[in-house]
């Protein structure tokens, strides 16, 4: 019974491309997101989100949007893709408020991109 | 930008001695701290937190050490398990508006049975 289920779990594509990676919560929590996991293993928020806010963090290129369909679902668009997008991608949810939006996070288990 | 670095990419021990995983910081702001544990093939899993006004908690087997001065935080894992073996990321939020959460780089830890 998956929590934070993402798709596809491997995507390999061409420069130029335009792809997406779904997610989807299961725990009923408010606030989505999704990191970045480059080659140095460096783990970096991309985006926060819920009903009411999208944080955005300022270095990621605008070729990236996620979309929400509804509460439980938060997608990762990404135009143009370049070589540097080649990374492993994470979904997580948590609950909103305080320090316990950091201890609830749950993660998918990440989308590894592959742009050739 | 790095704010938190790990900079031992690897540790084995033997099982049933203790595992000293470590993590410097470069922000003082950062007042808030937390260890996830990572398997392959998953998303890091939370594991345990210390707040800056304390310099020590302890979860079981898994007690986190916060050095202020120094800009030092340290995960024990005694005794440690083969099941141990993983990935440990320590973290932090900025402090008030959260958006921003920075990750070191991962200690890949190997118990030896």
């Known amino acids: 019974d998956t929590a934070v289920s993402q798709t596809p779990k491997y995507l390999v594509t061409q420069m130029g491309n335009d792809k997406s990676i779904k997610c989807e919560q299961n725990?009923?929590?408010?606030?989505m997101y999704w990191y970045k996991q480059d080659s140095k293993k460096f783990l970096k928020i991309m985006f926060s989100?819920?009903?009411?806010?999208?944080?955005i963090n300022e270095t990621v290129p605008n070729r990236f949007s996620p979309k929400s369909p509804d509460k439980a679902h938060l997608n990762l668009h990404i135009n143009s893709l370049e070589l540097g997008d080649s990374a492993v991608y994470f979904c997580?949810?948590?609950?909103?408020?305080?320090?316990?939006?950091?201890?609830?996070?749950?993660f998918g288990p990440g989308t590894r991109l592959l742009v050739l | 930008d790095q704010q938190v670095k790990q900079n031992s990419p690897s540790l084995s021990v033997q099982e049933g001695r203790i595992s000293i995983l470590n993590c410097d910081y470069t922000n003082s702001m950062f007042d808030y701290f937390l260890w996830y544990k990572k398997y392959p093939a998953e998303g890091p899993t939370f594991l345990i937190s210390i707040s800056s006004i304390k310099d020590k908690n302890e979860d079981g087997r898994f007690t986190v050490f916060l050095n202020k001065s120094a800009k030092h935080l340290s995960l024990h894992i005694v005794p440690s398990q083969p099941g141990d073996s993983a990935v440990y990321f320590c973290?932090?939020?900025?402090?008030?508006?959260?958006?921003?959460?920075?990750f070191g780089t991962g200690t890949s830890l190997t118990v030896i049975p």
């Open positions: 989100y819920n009903n009411k806010e999208l944080i």
């Open positions: 997580a949810s948590s609950q909103e408020g305080g320090l316990a939006v950091w201890e609830t996070q749950y």
């Open positions: 973290a932090a939020p900025t402090p008030g508006r959260g958006n921003q959460f920075y």
């Open positions: 725990l009923g929590h408010d606030t």
